[in-house]
């Protein structure tokens, strides 16, 4: 039996899903961990990450993308909900507001769009910050403090929601990986990261906002190629894969294939 597509949202305090080339793709589960949902990753294909809070109060978010802050873009390992700890930066979701992160923050007015690449040219690995995270996309939400009231005056949103950001890094500059040749040496490993893609205007300001000690939520995804979804066994294996078990059972599909050559 093969696990079954999940829906595409997770997360009840603060919803989380993935958009890849600007559809929700699906999120798939697996018997083995009941704690993380996997999704598909496309070589070279644009993501974003949608969150919605679906409480009355405002919710502070702190994301990590291949074990890096995607505002700081400092290594960050997210305690699990109910344990104490200090986040780094974070997002801030007003009530019932929703926001879509769409890379790694470079200033208050832009990012980096996060891109599906082969993890050897992913931005962590680039950067020297490759660590045990390659391939995860962690999302911890914390409660207010002193909650107060929700303003009456909103600030003007994009058709996808406002964001708030509580700190950003100072800007960069490199050359787009995906201009960039490979570096010397690298061979291709099959497995995916998160490249440091185009500029594109994402316009956030600074607010207060003091967390509580431990996170009320938290949410695990993990992406994978095709092939790699397919060897952890979330996507079925197709029965030409397995050649040995095929000869095991005498099965050759039924019918006379044309030769090769």
């Known amino acids: 039996a093969h696990p079954y597509p999940a829906p595409h949202v997770a997360g009840s305090l603060v919803s989380v899903s993935v958009e890849v080339d600007g559809a929700a793709v699906p999120?798939?589960?697996?018997?083995?961990?009941?704690?993380?949902?996997?999704?598909?990753a496309r070589k070279g294909a644009a993501y974003s990450i949608r969150l919605a809070n679906r409480?009355?109060?405002?919710?502070a978010v702190a994301v990590t993308v291949d074990g890096l802050n995607v505002i700081s873009a400092q290594r960050e390992t997210l305690a699990p909900a109910g344990v104490a700890a200090r986040p780094g930066r974070m997002y801030v979701l007003d009530?019932?507001?929703?926001?879509?992160?769409?890379?790694?923050?470079?200033?208050?007015?832009?990012?980096?769009?996060?891109?599906?690449?082969?993890e050897q040219r992913s931005y962590a690995t680039r950067s020297g910050k490759a660590n045990a995270q390659m391939g995860w996309i962690e999302v911890a939400a914390y409660r207010e403090r002193h909650p107060r009231p929700a303003p009456v005056v909103r600030a003007p949103r994009e058709?996808?929601?406002?964001?708030?950001?509580?700190?950003?890094?100072a800007a960069r500059d490199e050359?787009?990986?995906?201009?960039?040749?490979?570096?010397?040496?690298?061979?291709?490993?099959?497995?995916?990261?998160?490249?440091?893609?185009?500029?594109?205007?994402?316009p956030v300001v600074v607010v207060d906002f003091e967390p509580q000690a431990y996170a009320a939520e938290r949410v695990t995804l993990r992406y994978e190629y095709a092939s790699g979804l397919r060897a952890l066994g979330i996507f079925p294996t197709p029965r030409h894969a397995d050649r040995l078990q095929q000869r095991e059972r005498g099965d050759g599909g039924g019918f006379a294939p044309p030769p090769r050559w």
């Open 27 to 40: 999120l798939y589960t697996s018997r083995d961990h009941a704690d993380r949902l996997y999704l598909e």
């Open 55 to 59: 409480s009355h109060e405002r919710v």
């Open 95 to 118: 009530p019932w507001s929703d926001t879509v992160i769409r890379g790694w923050r470079t200033s208050l007015e832009e990012v980096r769009r996060f891109t599906f690449v082969d």
């Open 159 to 169: 058709s996808d929601g406002d964001r708030e950001a509580a700190g950003a890094p």
């Open 175 to 202: 050359a787009k990986s995906k201009a960039e040749p490979a570096a010397p040496g690298a061979r291709a490993q099959g497995f995916p990261g998160t490249g440091w893609g185009d500029r594109t205007a994402d």
